[in-house]
């Protein structure tokens, strides 16, 4: 069975730091790639971020670049977010997802209709 369960997240002033984790197990995604995504309280899941199969390729949403960063160890299994200079508006569930269908892709997948697995999600709250 696939796994994907996230870890890190809290409750944090606005301009603090957080760092989510992923970690898989059931299947290795060592040559796929992962993502996070959130979704806030009525709101529609967004992309957050994204990484390709070896950690060479990143993509960030515009409202995150600078401030988040995505890794990831494939030798754990797992992959991390970065979150500085959090903001009120950063608050949401925040989802580790992972595909299987593009074995190293050349290029990033920002789509969540492209994703197979997904975590339960972890809560980042940011209060001003």
């Known amino acids: 069975q696939v796994q994907l369960v996230e870890s890190g997240g809290g409750l944090v002033q606005a301009g603090g730091s957080l760092r989510l984790s992923c970690a898989a197990s059931?299947?290795?995604?060592?040559?796929?790639?992962m993502a996070w995504f959130r979704q806030a309280p009525g709101k529609a899941r967004e992309f957050v971020a994204t990484?390709?199969?070896?950690?060479?390729?990143?993509s960030y949403a515009e409202s995150v670049k600078g401030r988040f960063t995505i890794s990831r160890d494939n030798g754990k299994n797992t992959v991390y977010l970065q979150m500085n200079s959090l903001k009120p508006e950063d608050t949401a569930g925040y989802y580790c997802?992972?595909?299987?269908?593009?074995?190293?892709?050349?290029?990033?997948?920002?789509?969540?209709?492209?994703?197979?697995?997904w975590g339960q999600g972890t809560q980042v709250t940011v209060s001003s």
């Open positions: 997802a992972g595909e299987t269908k593009c074995y190293h892709c050349d290029y990033l997948l920002k789509s969540q209709y492209e994703y197979d697995y």
């Open positions: 059931g299947r290795a995604f060592t040559n796929y790639a």
């Open positions: 990484i390709n199969w070896s950690g060479v390729k990143t």
